[in-house]
């Protein structure tokens, strides 16, 4: 639950660091958690205090606007809005009571853009900047993989209870 929530939140905090979006969610070929198990659940903070059932994290069900998947040591976090899904990654790596949170945004740049089967651009501005925003489909696990090795946006997270 602890990591979930961390989960949760980094995807919140760092959903405007990417610039792809996914027709479907990440990755295509694995099924999404149905519930979230229970040794996650709980409540966490963060800027706010976040609660997590079975179904939910905050405001957010299961299913509806947030589906998660997990391979490995990874927890996909895919949010739903606007017909597409934006994506952030969380690697978790536990040893003993070492516990480290690794957060990656996909980013497709000028030069990987090719690789990717792009079905719509779109310009946006923030304030005198300009960007383009990809909407991508049919990503292979290798393409996934190459969006996030181009600049993916890493961060880390530190759990706080």
């Known amino acids: 639950m602890k990591n979930f929530v961390f989960l949760s939140v980094v995807f919140f905090f760092f959903a405007s660091c990417?610039?792809?979006?996914?027709?479907n969610s990440q990755p295509e070929g694995l099924e999404p958690l149905t519930e979230i198990p229970e040794n996650l659940q709980g409540i966490y903070a963060f800027t706010d205090?976040?609660?997590?059932?079975?179904?939910?994290?905050?405001e957010d069900t299961l299913g509806k606007s947030l589906i998660v998947k997990k391979r490995g040591n990874f927890y996909y976090l895919n949010y739903f809005e606007d017909s597409?899904?934006?994506?952030?990654?969380?690697k978790i790596v536990k040893c003993l009571s070492f516990e480290d949170f690794e957060v990656f945004h996909p980013k497709i740049t000028d030069d990987n853009k090719e690789i990717f089967n792009v079905v719509e651009v779109k310009s946006k501005t923030y304030g005198s900047v300009e960007s383009k925003e990809y909407i991508?489909?049919?990503?292979?696990?290798?393409?996934?993989?190459?969006?996030?090795?181009?600049?993916?946006?890493?961060?880390k997270l530190i759990r706080i209870k």
């Open 49 to 58: 205090s976040i609660i997590v059932t079975s179904n939910t994290i905050g």
């Open 136 to 155: 991508v489909d049919n990503v292979s696990v290798v393409q996934l993989s190459e969006i996030f090795s181009n600049g993916g946006g890493e961060g």
């Open 18 to 23: 990417t610039n792809v979006y996914f027709v």
């Open 84 to 90: 597409v899904y934006s994506l952030t990654v969380v």
